[in-house]
């Protein structure tokens, strides 16, 4: 039995890549646990950059797709098709590291302004600001690792091809 060739893997590896971004974006992407108050996640599509992401991860997946099935397209349409996938998942990437340092930072502002407010002469803010947990959630962990491996595995097979 033969093996399968290494473009076609990577190719599989992109459009995989595709389908969980399109996933990590109707996934929670943040959840804020806080006493009393209890729970709350957010998922991407509770926002527009879920809707930009699940966009970008169809284009990915189209791109790999038809990289998968060889050159049956014009060549202009190829190269069309190669730069459409690998910025997409380049933007994936970007999007879910900002989220991740927006969602950090945010963290740190809001810590910051509950444990120090001068109308706090308990330190009633200052223990709930530690006692509130603000999480990265698994659908910004998936968006993020998706626009890796997308945008790795479609700069491989471009160089598999070119070589």
Known sequence: MAQPSRPLIVGWVALAAGLVAVLGSFLPW??????????????????SDGWITLVLGLVLAA?????????????VATIATNVAAIASALALLIIGLWKIVD????EKDMRETLSSSPDDPF?????????????????????????????????????????
Do not use: E, N
Not at 63 to 75: E, F, Q, T
Not at 103 to 106: A, C, F, K, M, V
Not at 126 to 151: E, M, R, Y
């Open 30 to 47: 943040a959840k804020i646990s806080a006493p009393i108050l209890g729970s709350i996640s957010a998922s991407g599509t509770d926002g």
């Open 63 to 75: 791109g790999a797709g038809l990289r998968i099935r060889g050159p049956r397209l014009p060549a």
């Open 103 to 106: 969602l950090r930072s945010t």
């Open 123 to 163: 330190g009633i803010g200052k223990t709930f600001s530690d006692a509130v947990q603000v999480d990265v959630g698994a659908g910004l962990v998936l968006i993020t690792v998706a626009g890796l491996a997308g945008s790795v595995a479609m700069v491989l097979m471009l160089l598999r091809r070119k070589s």
